[in-house]
T-cell receptor
Framework: GIQVEQSPPDLILQEGANSTLRCNFS?????LQWFHQNPWGQLINLFY???GTKQNGRLSATTVATERYSLLYISSSQTTDSGVYFC???????FGAGTRLTVKP | NAGVTQTPKFRVLKTGQSMTLLCAQD?????MYWYRQDPGMGLRLIHY???????AKGEVPDGYNVSRLKKQNFLLGLESAAPSQTSVYFC???????????FGPGTRLTVL
């Protein structure tokens, strides 16, 4: 199956800082999604982005399908951005291990 | 509009017992999914459905069965629970494959 690697595994920021999370995958895909899991376990689907760039408020994502990676940008981070960010790829939704983000006030 | 609900929220089983987890959505979504999440890991897809009466296997289907008799409900069954099935189970639904998935709050299952 497709291998999915996310980096960094952990990230600690001060409120207001920007960050970039990376998702590498091992094969061509027609599906790539980003998710956020808050510290209480609730999951939110952030983006469906198999290619190109999308923006939603302070979050944006870019997928370069030909080079098999996707980036999630978080600008002006807030404490509510804390949690784990996952990418998932492929028709059977293979998830990476996630990036744990902690934003300190 | 309750979104996606899961029943029960918590359950403890003994090895060999059976149970059914219920996922219900009130958004008229076609696609529904069952995932499991083990500590420190991402989600893994167990089974999914692309419409009423249809089901398909995901990455880790062994030991589970599913049914989608009504569009709004997706049931996940464990016929003979094993300790390896101790996990948090999430259900999700979406209107189409390219649309946002909406998740339930999860069911924490412990098999002793």
């Amino acid at each position: 199956g497709i291998q999915v690697e996310q980096s960094p595994p952990d990230l600690i920021l001060q409120e207001g800082a920007n960050s970039t999370l990376r998702c590498n995958f091992s094969d061509s895909v027609n599906n790539l999604q980003w998710f956020h899991q808050n510290p209480w376990g609730q999951l939110i689907n952030l983006f469906y982005i198999p290619s190109g760039t999308k923006q939603n408020g302070r979050l944006s994502a870019t997928t370069v399908a030909t080079e098999r990676y996707s980036l999630l940008y978080i600008s002006s981070s807030q404490t509510t951005d804390s949690g784990v960010y996952f990418c998932a790829v492929g028709g059977d939704m293979r998830f990476g291990a996630g990036t744990r983000l902690t934003v300190k006030p | 509009n309750a979104g996606v609900t899961q029943t029960p929220k918590f359950r403890v089983l003994k090895t060999g017992q059976s149970m059914t987890l219920l996922c219900a959505q009130d958004m008229n979504h076609e696609y529904m999914y069952w995932y499991r999440q083990d500590p420190g890991m991402g989600l893994r897809l167990i089974h999914y459905s692309v419409g009423e009466g249809t089901t398909a296997k995901g990455e880790v289907p062994d030991g589970y069965n599913v049914s989608r008799l009504k569009k709004q409900n997706f049931l996940l069954g464990l016929e003979s629970a094993a300790p390896s099935q101790t996990s948090v189970y999430f259900c999700a639904s979406t209107l189409a494959f390219t649309d946002t998935q909406y998740f339930g709050p999860g069911t924490r299952l412990t098999v002793l």
